[in-house]
């Protein structure tokens, strides 16, 4: 029996959806565990996506429970949200996040090595979720670069560089191996008031390496982390050390339309019609209904296309503690009817020019609004 365990969190988005997808069917010796962390405020079309999922991977998406809460009779965030004293969370202080995803995540995992996927595509720039428990590692399936940002440190360390070198001998000669030690030779320093700095380095040092050979780069980092505590090291051999795929958002929405899972409904462009201007809107993520990193436009769509849901978000606020989902602005100050029309305007505005500029396709800019958002909700 292996001594680490394989998990891959589901978080009712699509990425996470189609890397589950991916995985069966590319990588089918792995036993994986899935897990779903549920809020009790998420869309009906994210318990749909579960179902669907289940049904395809032939095996059960564990929901991770909290005894003392299920007992409360409430709901997780309901249940937090009372211990929190009707405090809202917000991206700066993120108590769902990390009472509803990460706590029972890491619970969860307990104390065995182990090894968790996460869907962060080739197109994006954002680093997922590193847990600070040694005994869990992030892979990224997804990317050119499957490793984590914690592990890149240590291979661009110059302490570790000559230990680095050794294992790429093996495979490189001559020319190749200049362009290897050329890499590691560039000076980077992990003073902590460079630290973008110290990102843009090793980015470039990733990208020359990764430009010589993908499955050289990953074989080499896999000796170095043999020689380590992470959880990989307990692996004689791993699959994804000769996967060059670099998967992409068509390719995530492929995934889920071949395999019969589906995209989840939310994502379907609905039109609307403000002072004779057409626009699109759709919701761009997964997580609670009321999650304060939607965009104005996804707060109208909520209220325009499910207006309970719309409802119940604001029977959270309480506008003389001043403690709203926006910033400054209440859900009921948002849906005057003057407020709305502002907003889709400005939103056919924004979203035609993009057009014009021929930068990016409507669904694409709505679903650039996950990024930078969180990641252990939305993937
Ligand atoms: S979806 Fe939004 S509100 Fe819900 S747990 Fe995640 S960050 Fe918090």
Same mark, same amino acid.
């Given at each position: 029996m292996s001594k680490i365990q394989h998990v891959l969190g589901i978080s009712g988005g699509k990425d996470s959806a189609a890397l589950a997808i991916y995985l069966k069917d590319k990588y089918p010796?792995?036993?994986?565990?899935?897990?779903?962390?549920?809020?009790?405020?998420?869309?009906?079309?994210?318990?749909?996506?579960? %179902?669907?999922?289940?049904?395809?991977?032939?095996?059960?998406?564990? &929901? +991770?429970?909290? !005894?003392? @809460?299920? =007992?409360?009779?409430?709901?997780?965030?309901?249940?937090?949200?009372?211990?929190?004293?009707?405090?809202?969370?917000?991206?700066?202080?993120?108590?769902?996040?990390?009472?509803?995803?990460?706590?029972?995540?890491?619970?969860?995992?307990?104390?065995?090595?182990?090894?968790?996927?996460?869907?962060?595509?080739?197109?994006?720039?954002?680093?997922?979720?590193?847990?600070?428990?040694?005994?869990?590692?992030?892979?990224?399936?997804?990317?050119?670069?499957?490793?984590?940002?914690?592990?890149?440190?240590?291979?661009?360390?110059?302490?570790?560089?000559?230990?680095?070198?050794?294992?790429?001998?093996?495979?490189?000669?001559?020319?190749?191996?200049?362009?290897?030690?050329? %890499?590691?030779?560039?000076?980077?320093?992990?003073?902590?008031?460079? &630290? +973008?700095?110290? !990102?843009? @380095?090793? =980015?470039?040092?990733?990208?020359?390496?990764?430009?010589?050979?993908?499955?050289?780069?990953?074989?080499?980092?896999?000796?170095?982390?043999?020689?380590?505590?992470?959880?990989i090291s307990f692996e004689e051999d791993y699959p994804l050390l000769e996967n060059e795929d670099n998967l992409v958002r068509a390719d995530i929405f492929r995934l889920l339309e071949e395999s019969g899972v589906g995209i989840p409904a939310y994502y379907n462009k609905v039109a609307y019609e403000v002072d004779g201007q057409k626009g699109e809107y759709a919701r761009s993520r997964s997580g609670c209904y009321f999650c304060f990193f939607q965009q104005k436009i996804e707060w109208i769509w909520l209220y325009e296309q499910h207006p309970e849901l719309f409802k119940k978000a604001m029977t959270y606020e309480n506008e003389d503690e001043l403690f709203t989902w926006i910033q400054n602005e209440s859900l009921k100050e948002l849906i005057n009817p003057e407020r709305i029309k502002q907003i889709k305007l400005d939103h056919i505005k924004r979203t035609g020019k993009e057009k014009s500029q021929g930068s990016k396709l409507l669904m694409d800019k709505l679903i650039d609004a996950e990024d930078g958002a969180c990641t252990a909700c939305f993937i």
């Amino acid at each position: 029996m292996s001594k680490i365990q394989h998990v891959l969190g589901i978080s009712g988005g699509k990425d996470s959806a189609a890397l589950a997808i991916y995985l069966k069917d590319k990588y089918p010796q792995f036993n994986f565990t899935y897990y779903f962390t549920d809020t009790g405020k998420e869309l009906d079309e994210t318990y749909t996506l579960i %179902e669907n999922l289940e049904g395809y991977l032939g095996a059960k998406i564990n &929901k +991770l429970e909290d !005894e003392g @809460i299920k =007992n409360s009779g409430e709901d997780p965030f309901d249940f937090f949200f009372k211990s929190y004293r009707g405090y809202l969370p917000s991206p700066q202080a993120r108590w769902c996040t990390a009472m509803m995803k990460l706590k029972p995540f890491e619970k969860f995992v307990g104390d065995k090595p182990t090894m968790s996927y996460v869907g962060i595509r080739g197109d994006e720039q954002r680093e997922g979720y590193i847990s600070r428990q040694d005994n869990i590692q992030s892979i990224f399936p997804f990317r050119k670069n499957i490793w984590s940002q914690d592990v890149l440190r240590k291979i661009f360390d110059p302490k570790n560089q000559e230990q680095l070198l050794g294992y790429y001998s093996d495979f490189y000669s001559g020319n190749k191996l200049d362009k290897i030690v050329n %890499e590691f030779s560039k000076p980077i320093s992990f003073n902590l008031n460079y &630290k +973008l700095q110290t !990102e843009r @380095i090793i =980015n470039e040092k990733l990208d020359g390496l990764l430009n010589v050979g993908i499955i050289e780069f990953n074989k080499s980092v896999f000796k170095f982390l043999k020689t380590t505590n992470y959880p990989i090291s307990f692996e004689e051999d791993y699959p994804l050390l000769e996967n060059e795929d670099n998967l992409v958002r068509a390719d995530i929405f492929r995934l889920l339309e071949e395999s019969g899972v589906g995209i989840p409904a939310y994502y379907n462009k609905v039109a609307y019609e403000v002072d004779g201007q057409k626009g699109e809107y759709a919701r761009s993520r997964s997580g609670c209904y009321f999650c304060f990193f939607q965009q104005k436009i996804e707060w109208i769509w909520l209220y325009e296309q499910h207006p309970e849901l719309f409802k119940k978000a604001m029977t959270y606020e309480n506008e003389d503690e001043l403690f709203t989902w926006i910033q400054n602005e209440s859900l009921k100050e948002l849906i005057n009817p003057e407020r709305i029309k502002q907003i889709k305007l400005d939103h056919i505005k924004r979203t035609g020019k993009e057009k014009s500029q021929g930068s990016k396709l409507l669904m694409d800019k709505l679903i650039d609004a996950e990024d930078g958002a969180c990641t252990a909700c939305f993937i």
